[in-house]
């Protein structure tokens, strides 16, 4: 099997439906619907080309640290012997 276009809607008999984030003909990486991302050897991965188009993923949200917490976690942390 070739590398597949990133993008492309994918169903994996094993994980369901999923996406290819990057993919040549050794390794091809798939972000899955329910499982998250696998890595495949290219040439004895066995999928489908899927209908329709994946859907929309959400954006990790970043955690903004309070200089706050962080004096608090120091104390704690320096405090403690």
Do not use: C, N, W
């Amino acid at each position: 099997m070739k590398a597949l276009p990133e993008g492309q809607y994918i169903k994996h008999f094993q994980y369901g439906l999923g996406v290819i984030t990057e993919s040549d003909h050794d390794r091809t990486s798939i972000d899955f619907d329910l499982h998250g991302m696998k890595k495949f050897v290219t040439s004895i991965m066995v999928v489908e080309i899927a209908e329709g188009t994946p859907p929309k993923r959400k954006r990790a949200k970043r955690v903004k640290k309070t200089v706050a917490a962080i004096a608090a976690a120091a104390g704690t942390v320096s405090g403690a012997k």
